[in-house]
Nanobody
Framework: QVQLVESGGGLVQAGDSLRLACAASTRTFSSYAMGWFRRAPGKEREFVASISQSGGRTLYADSVKGRFTISRDNAKNTVYLQMNSLKPEDTAVYYC????????????????WGQGTQVTVSS
């Protein structure tokens, strides 16, 4: 029902910045909490950041706090992930996800997922 398309990935050096975007094809984008996840080769998928429907609340994984910023523009049906001070450990495929119902940002059930965009950080 909801199509998500990520963009903005690429190859950068440690210390550089990158901004990812995720465009959603839904008339009710503002009704979804949005999240970013990542999966490194040979590893499990891990949570990166999430944002509430209105953008008033955010949640970050400890590994990216202070470096990454999640934001959204409901008028453009788009969620962003600004990544600063990138480290080689951030190398992964980054996925955008949408969840329509939750109690808090700590327990969102994500129903829709994008195809992913590759982020590679060289040392």
């Amino acid at each position: 029902q909801v199509q998500l398309v990520e963009s903005g990935g690429g190859l950068v050096q440690a210390g550089d910045s990158l901004r990812l975007a995720c465009a959603a094809s839904t008339r009710t984008f503002s009704s979804y909490a949005m999240g970013w996840f990542r999966r490194a080769p040979g590893k499990e998928r891990e949570f990166v950041a999430s944002i509430s429907q209105s953008g008033g609340r955010t949640l970050y994984a400890d590994s990216v706090k202070g470096r990454f910023t999640i934001s959204r523009d409901n008028a453009k049906n788009t969620v962003y992930l600004q990544m600063n001070s990138l480290k080689p450990e951030d190398t992964a495929v980054y996925y955008c996800a949408a969840g329509g119902s939750y109690v808090s940002l700590t327990n969102v059930i994500y129903d829709y997922w994008g195809q992913g965009t590759q982020v590679t950080v060289s040392s």
